[in-house]
C-alpha cells in the first residue's frame, strides 16, 4: 500500500515562492501506470487540482495556477514537488499530494487512489 | 476550467437514499465517462469512493453508487448511515490532460 508524505514550510511571506515535497512510499514513484498529483484545499472551501507529473518529468497543470506553478520529480529519492510564484494571501490552503492512476489510459483522470495526510500552508507577512 | 456544480448540502434520515448531483457542461462530465466521487471528514484527506462514473475501488460499501446523465453526474448514498455524514466531491476530467473538482456537498444524516 502506497503512502506519501508532504514536508514543507507552513509559513510563506507574500510574493515569495512556496516549495513544497511529496515523498512516495510502499511503491515506486517510477512506476508507469501513475501520476503524481498536487490538490490544495483553501480554509473551508472546496478542492482544487493544480498539477501532475509522470515518471518521465512530463507534467500538466490546471490552466488557471499554470504560469505560477511548477512540479518535478526525483526518481532516485521517490519524492516530487511543486513550486509556486508570487504568492498571495489567496494561496493560503492545505496542500495534498496524491497519486493518480492512468487505469490503463493515456492520461490519469482524476481518480486519485492514495492521499497525503496535507500540510497547511499559510501566506502572511 | 470551471468548478463542477453540486448542491451545498444534502441531508436524510438513517436508512434513506440521498443523491448529490454534479453539474459541467459537455467538455467535461458529458464529454468523457471519467467521473470520480470522494469522501472528506473535516481535517482529513479525501477518500475515493467512486471512479469511471460508476465504478467501486475495493473496500468501499455497494451502498455508495455512481450514475450520470448527460452534462450531470449524481452519487447516491442507499441506507444512509450516522457516518456518512460528511463532505462529498466529485471530479471530472476535461481533456488536455486536466482535471476539475465539484464544488462540494455537505451530507447531513438527521
Known amino acids: 500500500q502506497m503512502q506519501l508524505q508532504e514536508s514543507g514550510p507552513g509559513l510563506v511571506q507574500p510574493s515569495q515562492t512556496l516549495s513544497l515535497t511529496c515523498t512516495v512510499s510502499g511503491g515506486s514513484i517510477s512506476r508507469t501506470d501513475y501520476y503524481w498529483s498536487w490538490i490544495r484545499q483553501s480554509p473551508g472551501k472546496g478542492l482544487e487540482w493544480i498539477g501532475y507529473?509522470?515518471?518521465?518529468?512530463?507534467?500538466y497543470y490546471t490552466p488557471s495556477l499554470k504560469s505560477r506553478a511548477t512540479i518535478s520529480i526525483d526518481t532516485s529519492k521517490s519524492q516530487f514537488s511543486l513550486w509556486l510564484t508570487s504568492l498571495t494571501a489567496a494561496d493560503t490552503a492545505v496542500y495534498y499530494c496524491?497519486?493518480?492512476?492512468?487505469?490503463?489510459?493515456?492520461?490519469?483522470?482524476?481518480?486519485?487512489?492514495?492521499w497525503g495526510q496535507g500540510t497547511l500552508v499559510t501566506v502572511s507577512s | 476550467q470551471s468548478a463542477l456544480t453540486q448542491p451545498r448540502s444534502v441531508s436524510g434520515s438513517p436508512g434513506q437514499s440521498v443523491t448529490i448531483s454534479c453539474t459541467g457542461t459537455?467538455?467535461?462530465?458529458?464529454?468523457?465517462?471519467?467521473v470520480s466521487w470522494y469522501q472528506q471528514y473535516p481535517g482529513k484527506a479525501p477518500k475515493l469512493l467512486i471512479f469511471d462514473v460508476t465504478e467501486r475501488p475495493s473496500g468501499v460499501p455497494d451502498r455508495f453508487s455512481g450514475s450520470k446523465s448527460g452534462n450531470t453526474a449524481s452519487l447516491t448514498i442507499s441506507g444512509l448511515q450516522a457516518d456518512d455524514e460528511a463532505d462529498y466531491y466529485c471530479s471530472s476530467y476535461t481533456g488536455w490532460y486536466a482535471y476539475v473538482f465539484g464544488t462540494g456537498t455537505e451530507v447531513t444524516v438527521l
Open positions: 496524491a497519486s493518480d492512476p492512468r487505469r490503463g489510459r493515456t492520461a490519469a483522470v482524476g481518480s486519485s487512489d492514495y
Open positions: 507529473i509522470f515518471y518521465n518529468g512530463n507534467a
Open positions: 459537455s467538455s467535461d462530465v458529458g464529454g468523457h465517462n471519467y
